[in-house]
């Protein structure tokens, strides 16, 4: 059974930084995409790796978060720096194969909060 876990959020001041990570059991994915949703938004893609290295980030987060990925640790990490309250979301790791109809698959979300 493909399990993905995310870890990493937490609370934090606006201008600081937190790193989410999440790891795939059993597969490895062709994209690995961070999503997030905040309370009574519709869920967006903030970043996506392709396995080929090829990145593209949500405008809103371009040059202040940084999507990284450790292939023989089948991981993948978010850093996000200068966070701004409304960065506040849930933030979920999804993994699809190549394939536009791949089956995806997704993580449990984990909880970010930017607040002073």
């Known amino acids: 059974q493909v399990q993905l876990v995310e870890s990493g959020g937490g609370l934090v001041q606006p201008g600081g930084s937190l790193r989410l990570s999440c790891v795939v059991s059993t597969t490895s994915f062709y994209y690995m995409t961070w999503y997030r949703q905040a309370p009574g938004k519709q869920r967006e893609l903030v970043a996506r790796m392709a396995r080929n290295g090829s990145t593209n980030y949500s405008p809103s987060v371009a040059g202040r978060f940084t999507i990284s990925r450790d292939f023989p640790k089948n991981a993948v990490f978010l850093q996000m720096n200068s966070l701004k309250p409304d960065d506040t979301a849930v933030y979920y790791c999804?993994?699809?194969?190549?394939?536009?109809?791949?089956?995806?698959?997704w993580g449990q979300g984990t909880q970010v909060t930017v607040s002073s």
């Open positions: 999804n993994g699809k194969g190549v394939l536009s109809d791949s089956p995806e698959y």
